[in-house]
């Protein structure tokens, strides 16, 4: 039977990487039946709001999605649709490996860590008040009532919950992923030394969930130490996981060990529901150039088939991946440049995906 997934394009480069995605799922032969949905600006006319109900009910049902970036306004305009997908669905844990490829362009080799990020509070909770808002006042009554320091009046305020649920789920969900693929540590990454209530709070669990799993390393480390860490020894980590603010910033970081934004997929995972899409943004500056690189939407795409249970179809699309960077001879611009200084001799978005089904038919 064939497996229904749906599919969201998204804007920016998403439509673009992911139909050369949905082209190398494809050619693998696994039957996917693809229920394609539009979101973000582009809808917001015709249903408005970013994020139409139908979209939601469809992956409500479907239970498996991959979608492409979105563009989110900055500063202003409508909150972020990622987000909000992922807050609807409670899809908890934000699982971003960041793998070295040969050929990848980075300056590093080897590199194979795993982010575990938390995805639904933190300061990306979305609890907001802006400049000259009435709560403001009445949070600044309240903060000189607690007999704290109050902020400037006029201050605008976010508001960073942590919740021992939160952190705990978070925390099992890492340690049971490093479980089941055979790693040997966590790092759990806070500023437990300066926000000693919210991240303390997220520590203190973190210890107390590790306990539990005697058969894994910990270790916790202060947020700015990981990412200088990360950048002189990434071999010192293996599987890291972080609050939401913290593991967006350092999934890029990571990103960057292995040859860049275009090479790092992801997954959000909740209870019953998965979406699956790549670490980066909609990249508006190379949308519609066709010199995307959908290495990282492909790769998120093999993710998704190891969870829809076709592990073998996403190890053949890995393996092709692989074989077409190792090789060189078909690559796109980021990662030409990455190599030699120059984009000169890169490949498009298509051809690029071209190569890669081709290296999965010679392999078949
Ligand atoms: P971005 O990730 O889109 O781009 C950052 C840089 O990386 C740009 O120079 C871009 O050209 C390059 N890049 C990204 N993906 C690439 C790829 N596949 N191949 C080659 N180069 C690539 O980050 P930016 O510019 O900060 O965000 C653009 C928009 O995307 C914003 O509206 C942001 O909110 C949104 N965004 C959406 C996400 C999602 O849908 N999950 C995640 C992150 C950002």
Known sequence: MAHEVVLIPGD??????T????????????????????????????????????????????????????????GTGFRSVNVALRKHFDLYACVRP????????????????????????????????????????????????????????????SVKPISIEGSRRIVEYAFEYARRCGRRKVTAVHKANIMKATDGLFLRVAREVAQRYPDIAFEDKIVDATCMGLVQNPADFDVLVLPNLYGDIVSDLGAGLV??????????????????????????????????????????AAMMLDHVGEQ????????????????????????????TGSARGAVGTQAYADAVIASLRAEA
């Not at 920016?12 to 990487?17: K, L, N, S, V």
């Not at 600006?41 to 498996?64: F, I, N, S, W």
């Not at 053949?316 to 090789?327: C, D, S």
Request: proline residues 6%; charged residues 25%.
């Open 19 to 74: 139909s050369a995605m949905r082209r190398v799922v494809d050619a693998t032969g696994v039957a996917i039946e693809w229920d394609v949905r539009d979101a973000g600006a582009g809808v917001m006319e015709a249903y408005g709001t970013p994020l139409p109900q139908h979209v939601l009910d469809a992956v409500g049902r479907a239970k498996v999605a991959i979608k492409g970036p979105i563009t989110t306004p900055i």
């Open 312 to 339: 073998e179809a996403a190890e053949r699309i890995r393996r092709a991946v692989r074989a077409v960077l190792a090789e060189g001879a078909a690559v796109t611009g980021d990662v030409r440049r990455a190599q």
């Open 98 to 157: 960041c793998l070295s490829q040969p050929g990848d362009g980075s300056r590093y080799e080897g590199v194979d860590i795993v982010i575990v990020r938390e995805n639904t509070e933190d300061l990306y909770a979305g609890i907001e008040f802006d400049e000259g808002a009435a709560e403001v006042a009445a949070l600044s009554e309240l903060v000189s009532a607690s007999g704290q320091k109050a902020f400037r009046p006029d201050s605008a305020i």
């Open 259 to 300: 040859g860049g934004l275009g090479m790092a997929p992801g997954s959000n995972i909740g209870a019953d529901i998965a979406v699956f899409e790549p670490t980066h943004g909609s990249a508006p500056d190379i949308a519609g150039k066709d010199i995307a690189n959908p290495t990282a939407e492909i790769l998120s």
């Open 12 to 17: 920016g480069i998403g439509p673009e990487i």
